[in-house]
């Protein structure tokens, strides 16, 4: 895992993009999840910034039994980072305008930061349920941050 400063959100499309490629994924596909800075010490330790004391939400059957861990259950989005301008692959695989842009990401303030994923080593529950197949770190890509001032 790798700690990486940006100038701004915005960066984070290209910094996807490097990183598919620097992780050898070759569909391209990351995952993505934005969490407050405040947690980093948490990222840093376990590979997620949710632990044990973390909320699961959940539809009444749907992961029955897996959710024993909390801290092993995250939410994020798979982004494709082969396309020109990178997209959210929800889980029909049907790209969706409401989800695919990430203008969003120029609102962000810089107490957040984001993960970067390796998708294979985690299983897609829901449309941005994710349970890791085993330690967090060994999914975590990167943490990246906004440098500050």
Known sequence: MKRIEV???????????????????????????????????????????????????????????????????TYLRIVNTLLDVPMCVPKTRKLLPRIDGFEYL?????????????????IRASENEFWFRGNPRDSLLAVITVKQG
């Not at 948490?42 to 632990?51: A, H, K, W, Y």
């Not at 120029?106 to 985690?122: F, G, K, V, W």
Request: glycine share 6%.
């Open 7 to 73: 100038l701004s959100h915005t960066d984070i499309i290209q910094v996807m993009k490097n990183e598919a490629k620097i992780n050898n994924l070759s569909n391209g596909l990351i995952g993505l999840r934005h969490f407050p800075v405040s947690r980093m010490e948490t990222v840093l330790t376990t590979g997620t910034d949710r632990n044990n004391q973390a909320t699961v939400y959940e539809d009444d059957g749907d992961c029955i039994g897996w959710h024993e861990r909390p801290e092993m259950v």
């Open 106 to 122: 120029s609102h962000l303030s810089i107490d957040r930061a984001q993960l970067l994923y390796d998708p294979t080593n985690i």
